[in-house]
């Protein structure tokens, strides 16, 4: 197969022969110094079978998002390969991330103070670019740099805040709190939009009931054994 991508958890591959394109989930796992952390933006080690993992995970998921009627990217999966099949989409490098309440990364941007609540939830977008430090965008300008069209950015913040719903609400039958999540959206020609890359602990951080944040490898291994 023909190597489209590699990123710091997954390398994308497109089958020559039939046009078919997969995401091969790696072990390797996002944080710094040693600690694991899915808001960081380099690759912090690597877990033997995590890549699998987190392919359950998010079959499990993408399931569920389908479900509620959420559009994603997913078509199926081998979990013994560690391959998800998934539509062929240009997916513009953007982030859209919720909160449930302050933490992390935003308390230092906006100098706030941990576990503020937020009603009615807040969203935003960021721009998907190590070099210079994920900075917020702006619908206006995400119709100038020509990543979205007109209306497109209020859709996937209403696609953004459906995933939230349903993965909330899932997580508190497993006594998860969720904190907050990103996701990356995907378009096809026809201007329909999808949920793409993965819905796993990468991308979220939740609260157990002792009011611990755990972090993604530990928390994949807790839903993992909720959902065998």
Aim: proline share 5%.
């Amino acid at each position: 197969m023909k190597e489209l991508y590699d990123g710091k958890t997954k390398t994308v591959f497109q089958d020559e022969s039939t046009g078919t394109v997969w995401l091969l989930f790696k072990d390797s796992a996002t944080g710094e110094d040693g600690v694991f952390d899915p808001g960081s933006n380099t690759v912090g080690g690597s877990v033997p079978g995590k890549g699998k993992d987190g392919l359950e995970v998010s079959q499990y998921y993408f399931e569920l998002m389908e479900q509620n009627g959420v559009p994603t990217h997913y078509l199926g999966a081998d979990l013994d390969q560690g391959l998800m099949q998934v539509r062929q989409l240009t997916v513009p490098p953007l982030e859209f991330v919720l909160r449930y309440e302050s933490a992390g990364s935003m308390c230092r941007r906006f100098d706030l103070p941990e576990r503020l609540p937020f009603d009615p939830v807040y969203t935003e977008v960021t721009l998907k670019s190590d070099e210079q430090g994920d900075p917020l965008i702006t619908d206006r300008l995400c119709q100038m740099k020509g990543l979205l069209a007109p209306g497109q950015y209020d859709q996937a913040l209403a696609i953004l805040e459906k995933v939230g719903a349903v993965l909330k609400a899932d997580l508190a039958k497993m006594d998860l709190d969720l904190i907050d999540l990103k996701i990356e959206i995907g378009i096809d020609e026809a201007g329909q939009m999808y949920v793409v890359d993965e819905i796993t602990p990468d991308i979220w951080r939740v609260r157990d009931q002792n009011g611990q944040i755990p972090n993604q490898i530990d928390c994949t291994r807790l839903l993992l054994e909720k959902i065998r």
